[in-house]
T-cell receptor, first 109, second 113 residues
Framework: RKEVEQDPGPFNVPEGATVAFNCTYSNSASQSFFWYRQDCRKEPKLLMSVYSSGNEDGRFTAQLNRASQYISLLIRDSKLSDSATYLC??????????FGTGTRLQVFP | DTGVSQDPRHKITKRGQNVTFRCDPISEHNRLYWYRQTLGQGPEFLTYFQNEAQLEKSRLLSNRFSAERPKGSFSTLEIQRTEQGDSAMYLCASSLAQVTEAFFGQGTRLTVV
């Protein structure tokens, strides 16, 4: 089983839609969780950290479910500029950061 | 610019040649990661350092790959006897401490012909 798994998509949604991505992880002892955004041919950039109680940053909401070992990212009121690949990141048993394969989002007019 | 910088940005090399990439992390960051990324995949872990100590190297990494961080500041990644399968984007990232968020450089795109 991969340490971090994501649905690769693509998710094609119209502007204004709400879209949600899930990510599962295998290490029950993981403590750090992040969502990164990666634009085509660019480096990944931190979108938001994921806290145990869930957290929100504008149109973006991240949640953690430790019992089921998954994290989620919800994007409300999608914009064309949200089109990108969203990477789930979790710390491993040996304290390194492991990336999922990414979920591609395409927002269309 | 106080971000992570990588050099070169692009490298084209012939199969069998050796290549070396450099990464300069954010100055106060003591953790440094190397990842490799190919099209349609997420960044794949290669190795990481805590200060000058190399803490882990991916089992997927052949012995043609070696990385150093001699003074706990910049790091180099060397690939010996390059193969076409080594063609990828090589990304460096640094973080302030273990398992805090990491910040990436713009990467070195390697093409082996």
């Amino acid at each position: 089983r991969k340490e971090v798994e994501q649905d690769p998509g693509p998710f094609n949604v119209p502007e204004g839609a709400t879209v949600a991505f899930n990510c599962t992880y295998s290490n029950s002892a993981s403590q750090s969780f992040f969502w990164y955004r990666q634009d085509c041919r660019k480096e990944p950039k931190l979108l938001m950290s994921v806290y145990s109680s869930g957290n929100e940053d504008g149109r973006f909401t991240a949640q953690l479910n430790r019992a089921s070992q998954y994290i989620s990212l919800l994007i409300r009121d999608s914009k064309l500029s949200d089109s990108a690949t969203y990477l789930c990141v979790v710390d491993s048993r040996t304290d390194k950061l492991i990336f999922g394969t990414g979920t591609r989002l395409q927002v269309f007019p | 610019d106080t971000g992570v910088s990588q050099d070169p940005r692009h490298k084209i090399t012939k199969r069998g040649q050796n290549v070396t990439f450099r990464c300069d992390p954010i100055s106060e960051h003591n953790r440094l990661y190397w990842y490799r990324q190919t099209l349609g995949q997420g960044p794949e872990f290669l190795t990481y350092f805590q200060n000058e100590a190399q803490l882990e190297k991916s089992r997927l990494l052949s012995n043609r790959f070696s990385a150093e961080r001699p003074k706990g500041s910049f790091s180099t990644l060397e690939i010996q006897r390059t193969e076409q399968g080594d063609s990828a984007m090589y990304l460096c990232a640094s973080s302030l401490a273990q398992v805090t968020e990491a910040f990436f450089g713009q990467g070195t795109r390697l093409t082996v012909v």
